[in-house]
């Protein structure tokens, strides 16, 4: 894994993918913005892992790095696949499954 430990070093180009790592049988974050208005979380997916359905008081925009997931809001299943987004709306039911381990930033709009 290259890039800083925590956060991301301003006004540096990164190659974002390389700044997270799968590990077998687990869901991996690391936060790389946060700021009162939103912030910004990189996931890695191994697969068939996941996120169980739950709700967030605010919108969330998930980006696809690379891999697929299976990404049910309001209960419609979304195949999302890399270089691909979806908005998931603040208050609606989400839940999100690895079809095959992938990458993704989360990007969580407060304001």
Do not use: C
């Not at 540096?12 to 687990?26: F, P, S, W």
């Not at 696949?81 to 609606?92: D, F, K, R, S, T």
């Amino acid at each position: 894994m290259s890039g800083p430990e925590k956060g991301l070093a301003a006004a540096t180009v990164t190659k974002v993918a390389e700044l997270i790592d799968y590990q077998q049988g687990a869901v991996v974050s690391r936060e790389i913005v946060k700021k009162s208005g939103g912030n910004v979380t990189l996931f890695a997916f191994d697969e068939g892992e996941g996120l169980t359905e739950h709700t967030s008081p605010f919108d969330a925009l998930v980006q696809i790095l690379e891999g697929a997931a299976d990404i049910t809001v309001a209960g419609t299943t979304h195949r999302v696949q890399a270089g691909e987004m979806i908005l998931m709306p603040a208050n609606q039911p989400h839940a999100l499954v690895a079809s095959k381990r992938y990458k993704m930033i989360l990007t969580m709009i407060k304001t």
